[in-house]
């Protein structure tokens, strides 16, 4: 078992299983309990990490990366 394997058995055990209905519903919905809604916000993506060049500038500065 990897380390991201391991990581998401944790917190499988710590925050529960969603139910199938609730997974295939989409976006959060005010019926879900407070720790469905936590593990999916945990497991969110903000689109403004996803420009590497931006992270990279972020990261060694703009002198670095040209």
């Given at each position: 078992m990897d380390e991201?394997?391991?990581a998401?058995?944790?917190?499988?055990?710590?925050y529960g299983d969603a139910p199938e209905a609730e997974a295939e519903?989409?976006?959060s919905q005010p019926s879900e309990p407070r720790s469905v809604m936590a593990f999916r916000s945990l497991l969110s993506v903000d689109p403004?990490?996803?420009d590497a060049d931006a992270e990279l500038r972020r990261f060694?500065?703009?002198k670095v990366v040209s």
């Open positions: 991201v394997d391991r998401l058995a944790e917190l499988k055990l710590k519903a989409g976006p403004k990490n996803l060694f500065g703009s």
